[in-house]
């Protein structure tokens, strides 16, 4: 299941989840509108991850924990810090990002 980010506390969200993943996007954005979907797929294949869609406009200090400079981003934290980004429309990049994370 995919939550979406709702104020701007990704922090803590990270801090209390073991392995997070998120997709930062944009309304205006259609490669985040294409990989939404995309997203989702993985979200039910690794329920034991956290899948958050972070928008990275209303968010700036969510934003800033991975270095957003363009969307969408994916990015990948574990036990409480950023292990990965990849700025992507690509759904092999996506799956390897989750991948990384999953196996570990």
């Known amino acids: 299941m995919v939550k979406e980010l709702e104020q701007d506390n990704l922090k803590e969200i990270v801090a209390e989840n073991g392995t997070v993943v998120v997709q ?39 934003r800033k924990m991975a270095n957003v400079d363009n969307l969408p981003t994916f990015a990948t934290f574990k036990n409480g810090s950023l292990v990965n980004q990849v700025q992507t429309n690509k759904f ?13």
């Open 24 to 62: 930062y996007m944009a309304g205006w954005c259609g490669n985040c509108r294409v990989m939404k979907p995309k997203f989702k797929k993985l979200a039910g294949e690794n329920e034991q991850s956290t899948f958050l869609m972070v928008d990275a406009e209303k968010f700036p200090e969510s």
């Open 92 to 104: 092999e990049l996506l799956k390897d990002l989750v991948n990384e994370v999953a196996s570990n």
